[in-house]
């Protein structure tokens, strides 16, 4: 079955406790990326990753960092968690980037509590 | 002001309704319009996409685009229990791998 599996699903953590959160797809997709969902805002990208070896910013990147050594795997690091940072993350990958007709396959969310 | 604007309802409508959900936006360039269903505790998944103005049906779902009112819309026909999520809508730049989202409208289809 096609997907993406996002672990844990929920983290509750303090504050400066560094943490990450693994993202793996089985599409063989080449961009993947990472967003947070808070009320009111929406989706708002965090990093993206056209590539193996090849990332980017996206609208919030500050406080976290993105690695992508193999194709399947996306994992984000908060090394200093804040309680601002507590949200809904979703990552998400597709085998276009996104500006051309695409499928962006979203994996079940990570619901993240910083105390 | 945001770069999307959508309202986040929620919006609560009886089975058989037709059911309207809207979007603006600032930036003239957006090419690529979506929209994506979200149901509770679960990712968002893509429904629809149309590219510049004009619509597009899909069953029960048809997408509308203004691209001189810098408006979308989604519209769902017979609507059924089973829509009942949140409905995002979503658009980027062509050939940009940034995708600007709305804030979601919650949709409830009471049977």
């Known amino acids: 079955e096609a997907q993406v599996t996002q672990n844990p699903r929920y983290l509750i953590t303090v504050t400066g406790k560094k943490l990450t959160v693994t993202c793996s797809q089985n599409?063989?997709?080449?961009?993947m990326s990472w967003y947070r969902q808070d009320p009111g805002l929406g989706l708002r990208q965090i990093y993206y990753?056209?590539?193996?070896?090849?990332?980017d910013k996206g609208d919030v990147p500050e406080g976290y960092k993105v690695s992508r050594k193999e194709k399947r795997n996306f994992p984000l690091i908060l090394e200093s968690p804040s309680p601002n940072q507590t949200s809904l993350y979703f990552c998400a990958s597709s085998l276009k980037p996104t500006g051309q007709p695409f499928t962006q396959y979203f994996g079940p969310g990570t619901r993240l509590t910083v105390l | 002001q945001k770069e999307v604007e959508q309202d986040p309802g929620p919006l609560s409508v009886p089975e058989g309704a037709i059911v309207s959900l809207n979007c603006t936006y600032s930036n003239s360039a957006f090419q690529y319009f979506m929209w994506y269903r979200q149901y509770s505790r679960k990712g968002p998944e893509l429904l629809m996409y149309?590219?510049?103005?004009g619509n597009k049906e899909d069953g029960r779902f048809t997408a509308q685009v203004d691209k001189s009112s810098k408006y979308i819309s989604l519209f769902i026909r017979d609507s059924q229990p089973s829509d009942s999520a949140t409905y995002l809508c979503?658009?980027?730049?062509?050939?940009?791998?940034?995708?600007?989202f709305g804030a979601g409208t919650r949709l409830t289809v009471k049977p």
């Open positions: 149309t590219y510049s103005s």
């Open positions: 599409m063989n997709h080449e961009y």
């Open positions: 990753s056209m590539n193996v070896e090849v990332t």
């Open positions: 979503a658009m980027t730049l062509y050939n940009n791998n940034d995708m600007r």
